[in-house]
C-alpha cells in the first residue's frame, strides 16, 4: 500500500448538476487528475508512461457518494495505490470537501497494463519501480 | 427485478481520449440517459419525478470495462431496476457495443430518494406504483 | 450552402449546471453530434473519413444562446454547411427547443482539413464530392 | 479594460479527444474556471454573486483555436473584462500552452446580469464595484 498523495481540486461550474451538486460522472475525472498527481510526486508522469508505449487503462471503477459537493468546493483527493498484482494496479481514492469539512466519497479503479498492441503485460521492472517509489525521496514534478 | 429496457446510443467524438476510446467517465452519463428511458418506458419522466419535490442522487456506482468501446460506435444499454427498498433503487447496466457486436460494460448504481429538505424518504406509494410498471402496459413518452 | 441536416438529441441531466439549464460548453458536443448526422445524410461517417487519413478539427467556434434549454427537453439542432474553401468548411447551426417550441441558439464551426502529417491540406475532389452531396440522393447511414 | 488574471490549469486526459488534442468544448470549462479566478483576484467570489440573487449567464461565447494542447500540458488563461455595459459584460481570454510555449487560444464570452426572477438587470452599483476592482488592492481568494 503506497504512500498517499493528496490533490487539490476547485469544483467547475460546469461540473454540477441542476440538483445544485457536482455530477456524479465527474469525480472519475478528479480520480483521474489525482492518478496524474500521484505519478508526479514519485518523480515520473502518466504521459511518459504512454511515450514508452504503456497504457494503463481503467478496467472496474467503483465510487460511494457521501456528503455534499458544490461549485466552488475545494476538495482534496486522496489518493494511493492500493493492491499491485502481475498485470494490474488498484488505486483507492477518499474525497475530503474542504469547504465543508466533510469526508464525502470514496472509491477505487483497477487498472490493467498494456502495451502498443493492445494486450495485457506484465508490469515491467523499470514501471514497477516507479509505482515502488517514495514520494519523499523524488521531487514532485509541476 | 424489473422488465429491461434498451437505449440506444451513438458515441460522441468529445467523449472520446487519446487513447481513442470512450473516457471511463462518460459510461456513466449514458447510464443516467438510459436511466431516463427507463422511467419514459413506463410513461413518466425523472423530470416530472422532480417535479413532485422527489430526487433520486446516486449514492453508489460500480462499472466493469471489457471489450473497446469507440467514436460512433452505436452501443445499446440494457437497464433494469435489480432491487427497489423502503428508501433506496439500485438500477443495472448491460452495455453491448452494437457496431463489434461485443457485450462490452456491465454496471449497477444505487439511488435513495430524497425530498425537498434533502433528507431520505420512503419511496411512497405513488413512486412505488410508477416504478413496478410493466413497460408493456404503457406507451413510451417520447 | 447545403441542405440543411435535422438531429434530435435530448438533454442529459449530466449536461445541465446548478443554474437549471444546459451548460453552455455542452452545446458544442451538440454541434459536434449534429456535423456527424451531417455526415451520415450523405452517405458516409465522419469516421470513415478519419480512416482515409484526414481529419477536420475544429479551428474556431461562435454560438449565441437565447432560450432556455433544460434537462429532459428535446431539441433539434439544424446544421448546413455555409462555405466551402480550398482547406476550409465552416458549418452554422440553428437549434430549435422542440419542448418549448423557442428557437434558442446558433453558431457556426470553422474547420480546416489536415491529413496525416497535421498540416492542412487542400480537401481532394473525393471529399468534396461527399461534401457536395445531396442527401436526397443518399441513404442515410444508420 | 479590466487587469488581466492568470488561471494555470493542467489538462486532463478526460479532457482529450481521439486525436490526441483536447476537444474544443472543453476550453469553454477552462474559461469559466478563468471567470472563478478573476472573481477571487478582486477579493469576492462568483458563488457570493449568486447567493446575493445574481447571475450572470453567458449569453454568447467565440474561441479561435491555434497551437496544440495536449494531455498533461500545463495552460494559462488570460483574462480580463474588455466591456462592461449596463447589464453586460464580456470576457477576453487568451491561452497560452506554457509546455510548448505557443499561443494557442483566444475567445470571448459575453454574458448578462439577471436577478432571481431571471429578467437581465442593470448592474447595481454594489457587483460593478466588484467588477472595476483594481486586483492589486485585494487580497486573492483562495
Redesign the interface.
Known amino acids: 500500500m503506497s504512500i498517499r498523495t493528496k490533490e487539490r481540486i476547485?469544483v467547475?461550474?460546469?461540473?454540477?448538476?441542476?440538483?445544485?451538486?457536482a455530477?456524479?460522472?465527474?469525480y472519475?475525472?478528479w480520480f483521474?487528475?489525482a492518478r496524474?498527481a500521484w505519478c508526479r510526486d514519485r518523480g515520473f508522469?502518466?504521459?511518459s508512461l504512454e511515450e514508452l508505449g504503456y497504457?494503463l487503462?481503467?478496467?472496474?471503477?467503483?465510487?460511494?457518494?457521501?456528503g455534499e459537493v458544490?461549485?466552488?468546493d475545494l476538495i482534496e483527493v486522496e489518493i494511493w495505490a492500493e493492491e499491485i498484482r502481475r498485470a494490474a494496479i488498484q488505486f483507492r481514492y477518499e474525497i475530503t470537501n474542504l469547504t465543508t469539512g466533510q469526508k464525502t466519497t470514496e472509491g477505487y479503479?483497477w487498472h490493467v497494463l498494456i502495451g502498443s498492441e493492445s494486450k495485457a503485460l506484465s508490469i515491467p521492472p523499470e514501471v514497477r519501480e516507479w509505482m515502488d517509489r517514495n514520494p519523499d525521496e523524488f521531487e514532485t514534478l509541476r
Open positions: 476547485r467547475r461550474y460546469g461540473e454540477t448538476d441542476q440538483m445544485g451538486h455530477y456524479y460522472g465527474n472519475l475525472l483521474e487528475q496524474g508522469t502518466y504521459k497504457k487503462p481503467v478496467v472496474e471503477v467503483w465510487s460511494k457518494y457521501r458544490k461549485y466552488d479503479t
